[in-house]
């Protein structure tokens, strides 16, 4: 019999639109992701001024976390909140322009502040450097979000102790084209969303 887990909170992040828990909490008129997440930074005032060396996968993965994470973490003990996200495009936005930066043999300059971002599970580093975090982290390669996987894998990680909190979800960028969808899943009991999954919340 697993131990019940819950989920705490949720944000989306899409179409120039940030909803935290089924509300709207910030929405700009269409524009281009970099214009869209510089706002959304300056709107919450966050004072984190490496977000802006960020790539755009680890800005969108950032903004998620830190709406949902900021309230509860705490800086006078260790936080032992994982990190389990997925996406379909790995680092493939930055991969590309990492490529463009050494394929002109004539204007060849391969750029280390791109390269450091050639891999997902960079934005997984960011936001445990932001939150002092130490604990699990995984970033998994789905066709789509499988809500099932990522659940099970977050009920494991708090079932068997290695986790008091997950922070679990999808963080898709590729061609300016972005979505997230984060929660925040621990066992304290939370009526809020008693009869909501991952999968549910995911396709609200």
């Not at 705490?74 to 322009?97: C, F, G, H, Q, R």
């Not at 969808?181 to 999954?197: D, G, P, Q, V």
Request: aromatic share 14%; charged share 20%; proline share 3%.
């Amino acid at each position: 019999m697993t131990n019940k887990t819950n989920i705490q909170s949720y944000i989306k992040i899409e179409n120039n639109e940030i909803v935290l828990n089924g509300t709207a909490v910030f929405k700009i008129e269409p524009t281009d992701f970099a214009d869209f997440a510089k706002q959304a930074y300056r709107n919450f005032e966050m004072q984190y001024p490496k977000f802006f060396k960020m790539d755009a996968l680890s800005k969108l993965a950032f903004l998620g976390s830190e709406l949902l994470l900021s309230p509860i973490v705490s800086s006078e003990k260790e936080n032992n909140i994982a990190l389990v996200l997925a996406n379909k495009s790995s680092s493939l936005d930055t991969d590309v322009k990492y490529q463009e930066s050494i394929s002109d043999k004539e204007n060849y300059f391969p750029s280390p502040a791109v390269f450091v971002y050639t891999l997902p599970n960079i934005c997984l580093g960011e936001i445990s450097i932001r939150h002092q975090l130490k604990s699990e982290n995984s970033f998994f390669i789905f066709d789509t979000f499988n809500t099932e996987f990522m659940s099970n894998y977050s009920n494991i990680l708090l079932n068997t102790n290695k986790a008091d909190t997950v922070l679990c979800g999808w963080v898709e960028f590729f061609n300016d084209s972005y979505k997230a969808f984060l929660c925040t899943i621990s066992r304290t009991e939370n009526t809020e969303y008693k009869n909501e999954t991952i999968n549910t919340l995911y396709n609200k």
